[in-house]
């Protein structure tokens, strides 16, 4: 079955960097689109970045261009989420997310 593991979550300063991981398995994944999406504490799930699956096209949220880079490493059948200048308002649960299946998310919690 398709399994999505994040991993790389922790607190960080603002202004500080994190790069997230999503192992995944059970599908083939260098055919496949990976997205990150994350949600804040009562808000609702949003999409924050895309990447095809040969890694030529990437999309980005307005909110994290230009500081968040997405990745992918088919070799590994991982997706990265490099992301930097955070802020306080980066603060939520991130997901990673193939078609209709999630992983567990990891929690990224951006507080001096």
């Known amino acids: 079955q398709v399994q999505l593991v994040e991993s790389g979550g922790a607190l960080v300063q603002p202004g500080g960097s994190l790069r997230l991981s999503c192992a995944a398995s059970?599908?083939?994944?260098?055919?496949?689109?990976m997205k990150w999406y994350r949600q804040a504490p009562g808000k609702e799930r949003e999409w924050v970045a895309s990447?095809?699956?040969?890694?030529?096209?990437?999309n980005y949220a307005d909110s994290v261009k230009g500081r968040f880079t997405i990745s992918r490493d088919n070799a590994k059948s991982t997706v990265y989420l490099q992301m930097t200048s955070l802020k306080p308002e980066d603060t939520a649960v991130y997901y990673c997310?193939?078609?209709?299946?999630w992983g567990q998310g990891t929690q990224v919690t951006v507080s001096s």
């Open positions: 997310n193939r078609g209709p299946s």
């Open positions: 990447i095809t699956s040969a890694g030529g096209t990437k």
């Open positions: 059970g599908f083939t994944f260098s055919a496949s689109t």
